[in-house]
């Protein structure tokens, strides 16, 4: 019966959480930057936008590239450089670039970045494809920077063709989105399971390795700012279990309290990192600008299939941790009995720290992943987290493995969907798949049912 209560009291809070932005009625703003060679800003281009009725608004891209147009009401816009301002020897790649249409939904601020060569023509492309991770620009439905907008992958050659072509390509784009959603829930489902906490935070710790990755790698290679945004991850995982779940563990505080708790470490944690990074969008510059190539059906960048390679190792690196080491097998007996597992002479809290320093780690790996093929922001996290939720409570509550099948279930019907319905509504269906699941297998995929009372 707590259990459930827990369960109701996220997705209300999540709700809750989530209702402002989604209920904003604003015009908001296109902005953006534009880039040329050597990803070198360009100074002096001019950006239109208008509407059916004509121009809405203009701006000039200033000396770091960047530009910004306010929009009166939300709508569809037309979004155009002006080739004539372009500094001499530099051009779009392939004609017709220079003009993007984007949907404006209630107080976004959407990313449009633009990138000019010299002596030939250059493609524009949304720094912030949708919420399905892989890679190219997006189909003009990208994730609002201060909302919850529906999100499809993909430009719309790539998700273009008969009805069977596209089905294959979202069938694709929804497995990498699914296994990016299962990384960051194993480390929600292991907390959970060895702590029976609801952790609230965690989608900032997906957050906090995607803006670490951001930030180091403009000092150094980018395989070295993930590992040392992986470490963080980890270090923040296990400093928050040591300095405040375990003291709070142990002057008896009651999980509806500390629930409320991470609630309250989560906000902090967010808006430390606005006030720190800023609210705007930042691109990963590593492995974004790459040509697709066709495999069947299906169209894919170099990245994307580096991220489902690296995705599903890591799962069965995590899977076979579980599964065969010591200290997998001591996590997997914590979550089982806790009280058996400490009477049988396992060091309880050091593995829940164990847990927590994985659960970090595989967040911020899970951001990092997210973050190289979208626009990374202080909401990135936040913006997963309902899903991640989704992912764990399909697949079984404390369960790994349920957290994997989950999120692959989530991510696969996210994308999916839109072959149907439009895109704002792909994650009411991941949801609405969870809520079928769970009237025939209370205790989800892979969870066990108990005996209650």
Not at 422 to 428: K, S, Y
């Amino acid at each position: 019966m707590r259990k459930r209560l827990v369960t109701v009291l996220l997705a209300v809070a999540a709700a809750l959480l989530a209702a402002p932005a989604a209920l904003a009625d604003g015009g908001g703003a296109f902005q953006g930057t534009v880039e040329g060679p050597g990803e070198e800003p360009v100074e002096g281009v001019e950006v239109v936008v208008s509407d059916g009725s004509g121009e809405v608004g203009r701006d000039t891209s200033d000396s770091a590239g960047e530009w910004r147009v306010e929009l009166p009401e939300p709508g569809r816009y037309t979004i155009s450089f002006q080739t004539e301002s372009f500094p001499e020897g530099l051009v779009p790649r392939e004609a017709g670039d220079e003009e993007a249409q984007r949907q404006a939904r209630g107080n976004e601020q959407r990313v449009v970045f633009f990138l000019v060569e010299e002596g030939q023509q250059q493609t524009g492309e949304d720094a912030a494809p949708s919420a399905s991770p892989t890679g190219g620009a997006d189909e003009g439905e990208d994730e609002a920077a201060d909302g919850t907008a529906g999100e499809v992958l993909g430009d719309p050659e790539q998700t273009g063709g008969t009805f069977g072509q596209r089905a294959v390509q979202l069938l694709v784009l929804g497995v990498l989105y699914g296994l990016i959603i299962a990384i960051t829930a194993i480390g929600l489902s292991l907390i959970f399971g060895t702590t029976r906490l609801i952790n609230f935070a965690h989608g900032d710790m997906v957050t906090l390795g995607a803006i670490l990755a951001l930030v180091l790698s403009a000092f150094m290679p980018f395989w070295a700012a993930a590992l040392l945004a992986v470490a963080g991850g980890a270090l923040f995982g296990g400093a928050t279990e040591t300095f405040l779940w375990r003291p709070l563990r142990r002057r008896g505080v009651a999980l509806i309290q500390m629930f409320i708790i991470s609630i309250g470490l989560s906000l902090f944690v967010r808006y430390l990192i606005n006030v720190l990074f800023g609210p705007n969008r930042e691109r990963m510059r590593a492995y974004q600008l790459q040509e697709s190539f066709q495999i069947g059906p299906v169209s894919l960048t170099p990245r994307d299939v580096w991220l489902i390679g690296l995705s599903v190792l890591v799962l069965v690196a995590v899977g076979l941790m579980l599964q065969f080491t010591r200290i997998g097998k001591a996590m997997r007996a914590v979550s089982d009995n806790r009280d058996l597992a400490r009477s049988s002479g396992i060091d309880v809290d050091r593995v829940t720290l164990v847990v927590w320093m994985l659960g970090g780690a595989l967040a911020a790996l899970g951001g990092i992943f997210y973050g190289l093929s979208q626009s990374v922001h202080w909401q990135v996290g936040f913006h997963l987290l309902l899903l991640m939720f989704a992912a764990v409570i399909l697949g079984g509550l404390g369960t790994a493995y349920g957290a994997m099948v989950g999120g692959l279930v989530v991510g696969i019907v996210a994308q999916v969907s839109t072959l149907w319905f439009p895109a704002e509504l792909q994650n009411a269906w991941a949801l609405g798949i969870m809520i079928i699941v769970l009237l025939v297998r209370p205790q989800g995929i892979l969870g066990r049912a108990e005996r209650v009372g």
